[in-house]
């Protein structure tokens, strides 16, 4: 039977993934800073993940300081999953940025990205027994989304009047 995640393993990885959100964003926005839309709203959910990391880091304190034996190996192990394969790998959120042309092709590469932060999340969800603290996790993971949607359907809108 195989051992559960603690809950300290997913805020680690909840905060690295935010910092990790931070610097794709904060890339974006330095690439389209010539559009001004372009570098708002890569500046606004750059600016969301630093927040989202302090949400993390807050709830980090609430579940203290317990750790379990081979919690550092586990970390690693997930530290080394989110950076390689879940942003890192091949075709994966950083690497793909290169092929963004035009705002539209941005706010659907952003909601991916949100959406597959979101999948990993839901993903361990199951194997955590503090869901209640992994379920605010899954809700600002989910903002993103909705300010990103709520943004993509303003352009839409903008460009049929």
């Known amino acids: 039977m195989s051992k559960s995640f603690t809950i300290r393993e997913v805020l680690e990885q909840a905060i690295q993934t935010e910092r990790l959100g931070y610097q794709f964003y904060s890339s974006m926005a330095e690439r389209f800073k010539e559009s001004s839309e372009l570098n708002s709203l890569f500046s606004v959910l750059a600016q969301k993940e630093t927040q989202h990391e302090r949400t993390f880091t807050e709830l980090m304190g609430m579940v203290g300081d317990r750790t379990e034996e081979g919690w550092d190996e586990v970390s690693l192990y997930l530290r080394a999953m989110v950076e390689s394969e879940f942003f890192l790998g091949k075709n994966k959120s950083l690497p793909s940025m290169d092929g963004i042309k035009d705002i539209e092709q941005a706010v659907l590469f952003a909601i991916g990205f949100e959406k597959e932060t979101l999948l990993y999340f839901y993903g361990i969800r199951d194997a955590v027994k503090e869901k209640d603290i992994l379920d605010e996790i899954i809700n600002e993971e989910k ?19």
């Open 143 to 161: 903002s993103h989304i909705r300010w990103l949607v709520v943004f993509k359907n303003s352009l839409q809108t903008i460009s049929r009047g």
